[in-house]
């Protein structure tokens, strides 16, 4: 299917999942760096929550299409650009086979995440234990993920680490 916004051809489709109940599979093999699916934003919520993304520090918003079903993974193989619109677009961090499922670790759109179970249930042989927001992760993922990641979450953590550094000193 051809995306006519972009021209760009889809190369997923929505599947059921035993464990998770619903994902988005990829239905050919996609490349590292390739556009996966675009972000179009459908409306702006007063809050944080399971399918709502974070766009700002303040503002959350839910994106329209089939963004909302793309499930968490602790060893993603897609990862968030922003795009023209303030939308997050999913990009291939790596080669993506043909019916491997295709996931981003929440944490690179929400700098905090308090709604989900305490166990995550990704099945990677990296996974955390619990899904957690950008905060909450090691320095040495943050960094893996960095051109991955939307900016806001980046200039969220600077701002933080910079006032902890700053009551250190005082």
């Not at 051809?9 to 059921?16: G, S």
């Not at 919520?45 to 963004?67: R, T, Y």
């Not at 929400?110 to 927001?133: H, K, L, Q, V």
């Amino acid at each position: 299917m051809i995306n006519q916004r972009t021209k760009i051809k889809e190369k997923y489709k929505l599947n059921k999942t035993p464990e998770k109940g619903e994902g988005i599979f990829a239905t050919e093999e996609i490349q590292e760096n390739e556009l996966v699916m675009l972000g179009v934003i459908e409306k702006s919520v007063d809050q944080n929550h399971s399918h709502a993304s974070q766009v700002g520090e303040f503002k959350h918003v839910l994106h329209a299409g089939q963004i909302s079903k793309v499930n968490h993974s602790c060893d993603p193989n897609c990862g968030i650009r922003v795009n023209d619109t303030g939308a997050h677009d999913f990009v291939a961090r790596r080669t993506i086979d043909t019916d491997e499922e295709i996931t981003f670790d929440y944490a690179m759109r929400n700098y905090s995440i308090d709604f989900f179970p305490t166990d995550c249930t990704c099945g990677a042989s990296e996974c955390r234990g619990s899904i957690t927001g950008w905060k909450s992760l090691p320095k040495e993922i943050k960094e893996s993920y960095s051109t991955f990641v939307a900016p806001y979450l980046l200039e969220i953590d600077s701002r933080v680490t910079t006032r902890v550094h700053s009551r250190q000193n005082d």
